[in-house]
C-alpha cells in the first residue's frame, strides 16, 4: 500500500502512487508541480496548505516534486513550475502556471474544480 505524507494539509504524491491518490480519488484534485530549486514553488506552499484546510473533504490538494517524479511531470506536459493541474474523475478539468496570490488560487480552485 502506498505510503501517503503530508506537509501541514497537503498530500505529497509520487509517480508511483499517482494513479491511485490522483486519478482514481472520487473527490476534486489539485496537484501542485513543484522543485526545490524553485523559489515561486515555495511561494505558495504555505497558501495552498491553507486552502487544503479550507476546501477540506471537497477536495485533495497535493503536491509532486517534479525533479523526483518525471513520469507525471513529462505525461501532463508540464514545461514550467509551478504549475498546478485540476482532477476531477481521473481527468484534468484545469490548470494554471506561476505563483499567484492565495485570493486568486481560491477563485480558480474553486471553479475549475466546480466546488
Request: proline share 6%; hydrophobic share 40%.
Amino acid at each position: 500500500m502506498p505510503q501517503e505524507t503530508s506537509v501541514g494539509s497537503l498530500v505529497t504524491i509520487t509517480d508511483d502512487t499517482f494513479a491511485e491518490l490522483v486519478l482514481a480519488s472520487d473527490r476534486p484534485v489539485v496537484v501542485d508541480f513543484w522543485a526545490d530549486w524553485c523559489p515561486p514553488c515555495k511561494a505558495i506552499e504555505k497558501s495552498l496548505a491553507e486552502l487544503a484546510g479550507e476546501f477540506g473533504d471537497r477536495m485533495v490538494v497535493a503536491k509532486l516534486n517534479s525533479d523526483e517524479n518525471p513520469e507525471a511531470t513529462r505525461r501532463y506536459a508540464v514545461m514550467s513550475l509551478p504549475t498546478l493541474l485540476v482532477f476531477r474523475q481521473g481527468e484534468v478539468v484545469g490548470s494554471t502556471v506561476g505563483s499567484r496570490p492565495k485570493t486568486h488560487l481560491r477563485q480558480i480552485l474553486t471553479t475549475q474544480a466546480d466546488l
